[in-house]
């Protein structure tokens, strides 16, 4: 493939539950740190919750903050940080040049619970409704906000994927740099789920989210006492460019993305299905040329969600049964779901082992789920192995969305 076809990361920024920035994120998955806690939310009391504690103003002025979204917070701080992990200055940088897709779940639901809180504590009097709900709202608001911020004069846009957004939002940036539209890309995706009480009643109505006296044990994948999901907040960008631009600015390269791919089920609307979730890994693996056996780490999406675990397990068996080399680890056991930034947070804790050859574990798994069962589930304790070269990571959500992004060590 041409070097203006290959696409590589050249920085990563990201806020988490435990950790606000690549290399404490990945420090704290290898020593077994949960970011979840408790937390009150509106008429719901007491929830577990993973809550990231980054400083909102290092890159955003008060005012701003206040006219604008968690989300777009996040969003902010993520650019920022990615940008400067990628050496790039906005004075050096064609903003006219530089594109910015940003994944998402949600949006919007979060301000319009604020506001009618507000107004109903003033018999609804819809004159007491903020001037600011609109701009707050609109689903490109995340992204947007990233673009007043750096004065980027790009594309930009979010990508409305469930719980998939983190990959699409990565997929998006790769196929807009090959086709010439953007010479940098902003990608990957954020949420900022917790700030809404109705995410926790549905899940709650639906019997799937997650208790346990210890919050830092609540999050269980594939483990036998799972509960369901806990509810998480977060974000994660990467600078993706082309890989001749990296090396013509002597650009610190990360990783290269070398497979995706995205489908749909068709079928049920929460419920995954393992045949079209096989079906997807496996496009991933052709688009790169890569045979199952050639990949090192498997990143699962499972949620400890009781079925959802099952299905994913099932099409992981289909691809990987007779592959004794390739290891599977989960990070929503660390940080819970974290919805539209998960995919890309779970890249991201992953990436490290392309330098250190440790493969981080899935904790809170001390009794495997039996229908869950899956070859060399990295459970509890980091593994250690000679090398790692290619990494399939796995995002799914809701309305029987999947997508899986293939990466790989930058060999030049």
């Avoid at 920022?80 to 779940?105: K, N, P």
Wanted: charged share 20%; with cysteine.
């Amino acid at each position: 493939m041409a070097e203006s076809e290959r696409i590589v990361i050249t920085g990563v920024g990201l806020t988490a539950p435990n950790g606000n920035s690549l290399a404490e994120f990945r420090a704290n998955l290898l020593a077994g740190v949960s970011g979840v806690t408790a937390i009150e939310t509106r008429f719901m009391g007491r929830v577990l919750a993973g809550v990231c504690d980054f400083e909102e103003t290092r890159h955003l002025g008060r005012k701003d903050r206040r006219r604008g979204t968690r989300a777009g917070s996040i969003s902010v701080y993520c650019a920022h940080e990615a940008l400067l992990a990628a050496g790039l200055q906005r004075e050096q940088m064609d903003r006219s040049r530089v594109g910015t897709f940003i994944g998402i779940t949600e949006h919007g639901t979060v301000e319009t619970e604020n506001e009618i809180d507000v107004i109903r504590q003033y018999d609804y009097d819809t004159k007491f409704w903020s001037h600011h709900h609109n701009p707050r709202t609109v689903a490109n608001n995340p992204a947007g906000e990233v673009t007043i911020n750096l004065g980027l004069t790009g594309p930009h846009y979010t990508i409305g994927a469930a719980c998939a957004a983190g990959n699409a939002g990565l997929i998006q940036g790769v196929q807009m740099l090959r086709l010439g539209e953007v010479d940098v890309a902003l990608a990957g995706g954020v949420s900022e789920a917790i700030h809404s009480f109705g995410i926790f009643a549905s899940f709650a109505s639906q019997n799937a989210l997650a208790w346990h006296d210890d919050p830092a044990k609540a999050s269980r994948p594939f483990d036998r006492d799972r509960s369901g999901i806990v509810v998480s907040e977060g974000g994660c960008l990467y600078v993706l460019e082309r890989l001749r631009d990296a090396k013509r600015r002597r650009a610190p390269i990360v990783a290269e993305i070398i497979g995706y791919a995205m489908n749909s089920d068709a079928s049920d609307p929460v419920l995954p299905d393992p045949e079209r979730v096989a079906e997807c890994m496996r496009g991933a693996l052709s688009r790169a040329s890569v045979e199952p056996a050639d990949v090192d780490i498997v990143s699962t999406h499972a949620t400890a969600t009781e079925l959802g675990d099952v299905q994913e397990a099932a099409a992981l068996r289909q691809l990987f049964s007779d592959c004794p080399d390739v290891y599977v680890n989960n990070t929503k056991s660390y940080i819970g779901h974290a919805m539209g930034a998960a995919g890309a947070l779970e890249l991201a804790g992953n990436l490290g082992s392309f330098d250190d050859g440790v493969i981080h574990p899935t904790i809170n798994c001390d009794h495997v789920d039996d229908a869950c069962n899956v070859r060399n589930l990295v459970a509890n304790e980091p593994k250690q192995v000679d090398r790692v070269d290619v990494i399939l990571n796995n995002s799914f959500g809701m309305l029987g969305i999947n997508s899986a992004v293939l990466v790989r060590r930058y060999n030049g």
